[in-house]
Each structure stands twice: as structure tokens, then as C-alpha cells.
């Protein structure tokens, strides 16, 4: 059974600076490459950043030079640093290996809301 759990969501102002952190448990973290995505109120979950399981990050262009995205293996953990955070970055972030986020009924965490305000 894989269990993902978001922390780290929070209120800020715009210009501003979050960390997310996922916390994996199962097989699936350290062979897999893990992603965020987020979910605006309304729309689809988008993902926004990615990193193999040898640490190749992948960026939307959206967050291209605001988020970083990086892994410890030992803790099998997955962390998003957003910096420069911007009203349209408000969303609720998830974590996934991008393989499963693929799977129609997949189980994913129960997110981490992140609100930028103006």
C-alpha cells in the first residue's frame, strides 16, 4: 500500500517563499520518477515539476526559475522550494510518481493547500 503524505502549504503574500514536502512509503519512491502537480479550484491537476530517481529535474514553464524541485532517496521524501510565488500558483499540491498518476483510480495523498495572495 503506498501512502503519500503533503506538508508545507500555507498562506503568503505574493513574492514570497514555501517549501512542500512529501513523505513516500511502499517501493514506489526510490525507482521511480516523482512529480507535484497542482489543482486549482475548477481546473485539471496539472503537473509542474519532476525529478528521476537519479535527480534530472523537469520544469513547467510556468515555474521554470521559481521552483525547485529535489529528493532525498534516504528519506524518502520529495520537496518543492517555491520561490517568487504568485497568485496563480494558488492550488492544492500533490505528489506522485508519474507512473501512477498515469493509473485511472491511482491513490494519491490529500494534498497541500497553497494560497498566494495579491
Known amino acids: 500500500q503506498v501512502q503519500l503524505v503533503e506538508s508545507g502549504g500555507g498562506l503568503v503574500q505574493a513574492g514570497g517563499s514555501l517549501r512542500l514536502s512529501c513523505a513516500a512509503s511502499g517501493s514506489i519512491f526510490r525507482v521511480e520518477t516523482m512529480g507535484w502537480y497542482r489543482q486549482a479550484p475548477g481546473k485539471q491537476r496539472d503537473l509542474v515539476a519532476s525529478i528521476s530517481s537519479g535527480g534530472s529535474p523537469n520544469y513547467d514553464d510556468s515555474v521554470k526559475g521559481r521552483f525547485t524541485i529535489s529528493r532525498d532517496n534516504a528519506k524518502d521524501t520529495v520537496y518543492l522550494q517555491m520561490n517568487s510565488l504568485k497568485p496563480e500558483d494558488t492550488a492544492i499540491y500533490y505528489c506522485?510518481?508519474?507512473?501512477?498518476?498515469?493509473?485511472?483510480?491511482?491513490?494519491w495523498g490529500q494534498g497541500t493547500q497553497v494560497t498566494v495572495s495579491s
Open positions: 506522485n510518481s508519474l507512473t501512477r498518476a498515469l493509473i485511472p483510480g491511482a491513490s
